[in-house]
């Protein structure tokens, strides 16, 4: 199974990255200078690529960013790269399977707190009829110490980290900076090795943007991304990520003007060249737009935007 479910760039300003050695299991420098630590979990998929990357911050007094999945071998990495020091905070992004579930288990280990996004919650809720296709990826008993609202601060080692709120992919999701030095711990908000999915009622089109909009107005130069390696130039592939999803909107209302009424018929037309096992991560995506494309008039369709609705142009 291809480990890239968005590889429809190809005339995108975006240029993915997609060299990675994840060294699962094992702690891998992720900064130069700073004494950052990546783990990566064995838990490699289409939507996480090689695995859910895990960060330790710090040389006595540790800081946990995404303890990962609910994985016994994961733990058991993490706790011989914290090698008995002292845990302050375990972070946690956002409340998918991926990352949040092991926030416990390193908690019971460590005695640290557990700080950052609030429970998993979908940005609205589901209309009459409508399943929710990625129910299961959501961290439903995720009960955190602490809520980081945006702008609060985390005392670290290293500085304090501070709360950017990015919500998108999912309604609650965070990044953590080191303004002091640049460094974002961008999350799956943005990556080097694919776009992120965006996927009502989890996720939703428009706040994804306005954060993207964000994190371009900040000065980070290193982003360190909840899968895959790290973002080098961030604000110039940020602002490709939002360019490639301005396209994305732009070639969704030309299907619509050609005719094109559904989201399978979207997607085949679109998304012509990859791999139809993909298409069905590809729909996620066009709905969303669709969703987006309702609410600011460019688009119509009875009743509330649904993945099977049917869809025309304004006008």
Known sequence: MSTNPAPDLSTSPVALQTGFDASHGAPVPAHETLPILRVTANNPGPFTFHGTNS???GDERLTIIDPGPADDAHLD????????RSVDAI???HTHADHSPLARALQQATGAPVLGCGPHAPFRDLADGEVNLLDASGDRAHAPDTVLGDGAMIPTELGPLS??????HTANHLCFALDAHGVLFSGDH????STTIVAPPDGAMAPYMASLDRL???GDTLYLPGHGGAVDDPQRFTRGLRSHRRMRANAILERLKAGDETVPAIVQAIYAGVDARLHGAAALSVFAHLEELVACGDAATDGPPLLRGRYRMTG
Do not use: D, E, F, N
């Open 55 to 57: 960060y330790v911050l």
């Open 77 to 84: 990495a993490l706790l011989k790269a914290i090698a008995g």
């Open 91 to 93: 972070l946690v992004t």
């Open 163 to 168: 709360v950017v709120a990015t919500p998108g």
């Open 190 to 193: 943005v990556m080097g090795w």
């Open 216 to 218: 371009i107005a900040r």
